[in-house]
Structure formats: structure tokens, C-alpha cells
């Protein structure tokens, strides 16, 4: 049996159940194989801090795991806080993304500190826009020019909005930002805006450089279209039962789904128990 020393892992739909919260079973068997010796890695679009209370209750920088952001973005070595890998988007970028969002309707944000700044009408009643602070546990605010009130560097913005015309915005900015930054949904409701070449299995692979494993070493779960990526670079690609077919069919093994112990489910058979082992 294949000997996996990374395990990466998203949050929505993969590691939290609809309540966002982690089974008991499922946390204890990501710290069991912890204590085995395996580092786990959160990899999410999210930023950091909406990463960090997920990356404590695994006791991440207990047992030297790291949390990969914004979509591959960013590395954090938990134990250390030493930021290990970033990309930001290029500034020129920023107006055209605004012109698309006000054209469209959308609302736009990102992160700023410990805020999620948001442009759009009504914002402060946008259910996606609700949605995201929920998630990330940050508070909104609300700005009437975003460009203005928005400050450097910038990791990630998300475009948010109705699913069936924000598809089609996506198939445009895809190609008008070619070669400049990379536009995709991570979930029907949200478009995200990275820098060129940033991907869940690009982080993966500077976090396996920086580590000194081979992706046949990486087992990762996912359950989105912005997983599909890693899914298919490691050498054991996991997506959940709640996943969209799309990512089911790019996947190695199909387990449970994130409300039913998927995640563990995968680890008992992937990575066994060492009986003969003292905790």
C-alpha cells in the first residue's frame, strides 16, 4: 500500500458538514493519522483567517501541518506563522474587474484585515455576499467605490451573483484577463479573480518542493469545480459523494460525503490504524 505523507484537504463541502462544523469522528481520525506522522495541509479558497479556526481544531500547528490559501495563493507553516509562498493579483486588473461586476450587477469583494470590503447594491443584504461572511466568520463592509477603498496587495476578489449569468461573465473574463490573472467558480454563486497561474495544485506542488515529497506521496478531497485541479495532481485524488459529477469523474476514489464521515471513511482504508503503535 502506497505510504501518504501529505493529505490536503478542502473545507466547504469536504471537511465541514452544512453547519460548518467538523464531525467528531472525522477530526479524530485526521488527528489520529496526525500522530502517525502524516501532515495534514487545509486547502481552500478562503483566506487565512477564515482558514484559522478550522487549522486550530485539527491542532495543525501542533503536529507541523500548513494551510494553503486563497485557492494556492498563499502557505502558511501553522507552527511557525512563516508565510512560505504568495501571489497577489496585478493592480491593473482591479478597474476592469469592478467594470464587469457594476455592468452586471454583481456585488465585488475581497479581504482586507480581518474585513470582507464589498461593493454592490444592497450589499449588506446580498445573501452570497452573507454567505461568504458566514464562512469566513468575517464581519462586511460596505464601501461605495470599491476601488477606492480597497489597499495592496491583493490576493483574491470574488465576483458574486445569480449562477446561470455569472457562468457566462466567467466565459468572458476568462478570456479577456488571459495572461493576466485566472477567473473560475468555485462554487456556482461565486467567481474568483487570482493571479495568473494560481491553483489549488500549484500551492500543492510548492508546498511538496518545500517539504521534499513526490505527489504520489499527496492524497487529497475535494468537492469543487476549483478542486478538480489537485484532485487530478495527487497521487491519491479523493472527491466527496456530495460532489459535483465533474469532480467525481476526475477522481481516483469516491467516498462518503461530508456529512456522513467521508473524509474518514477514506483515511480507515487508505491509511490504517497502526494497532502496535502507543498514541
Excluded at 15 to 36: A, G, Y
Excluded at 80 to 95: G, S
Excluded at 130 to 155: A, C, G, W
Excluded at 196 to 215: F, M, P, S, Y
Aim: charged share 20%; glycine share 8%; aromatic share 8%.
Amino acid at each position: 500500500m502506497q505510504a501518504y505523507k501529505l493529505i490536503a484537504i478542502d473545507i466547504d463541502g469536504t471537511l465541514v458538514k452544512s453547519d460548518q462544523t467538523i464531525s467528531p469522528r472525522t477530526l479524530e481520525t485526521l488527528i489520529r493519522v496526525q500522530k502517525q506522522g502524516v501532515k495534514v495541509t487545509i486547502c481552500s479558497g478562503r483566506p487565512a483567517y477564515g482558514i484559522a479556526p478550522h487549522a486550530d481544531t485539527l491542532r495543525l500547528a501542533e503536529f507541523g501541518g500548513y494551510v494553503i490559501s486563497y485557492n494556492g495563493g498563499g502557505i502558511c507553516n501553522w507552527a511557525t506563522k512563516e508565510e512560505i509562498y504568495a501571489q497577489t493579483l496585478k493592480p491593473e486588473v482591479l478597474p476592469y474587474l469592478c467594470e464587469c461586476a457594476r455592468k452586471h450587477g454583481f456585488s465585488i469583494l475581497t479581504y482586507v484585515g480581518e474585513h470582507i470590503v464589498a461593493e454592490g447594491n444592497h450589499v449588506e443584504n446580498n445573501p452570497y455576499v452573507q454567505f461568504t461572511s458566514m464562512r469566513n466568520k468575517m464581519p462586511i463592509h460596505p464601501v461605495p467605490d470599491f476601488l477606492k477603498e480597497i489597499t495592496y496587495p491583493i490576493s483574491k476578489c470574488m465576483i458574486v451573483g445569480n449562477p446561470e449569468p455569472l457562468q457566462l461573465l466567467e466565459q468572458e473574463m476568462a478570456t479577456h484577463l488571459q495572461g493576466q490573472a485566472e477567473a473560475f467558480r468555485s462554487e456556482p454563486f461565486f467567481l474568483e479573480i487570482v493571479p495568473q497561474g494560481i491553483e489549488k495544485a500549484r500551492g500543492l506542488a510548492a508546498l511538496l518542493t518545500h517539504l521534499g515529497l513526490q505527489r504520489e506521496e499527496l492524497m487529497a478531497f475535494g468537492d469543487g469545480f476549483n478542486d478538480i485541479g489537485m484532485i487530478e495532481f495527487a497521487g491519491m485524488g479523493i472527491a466527496m459523494a456530495n460532489a459535483q459529477e465533474v469532480v467525481k469523474k476526475a477522481a481516483d476514489y469516491v467516498t462518503g460525503s461530508n456529512e456522513a464521515d467521508g473524509i474518514a471513511d477514506a483515511l480507515d482504508k487508505f491509511i490504517p490504524r497502526l494497532q502496535d503503535k502507543p498514541y
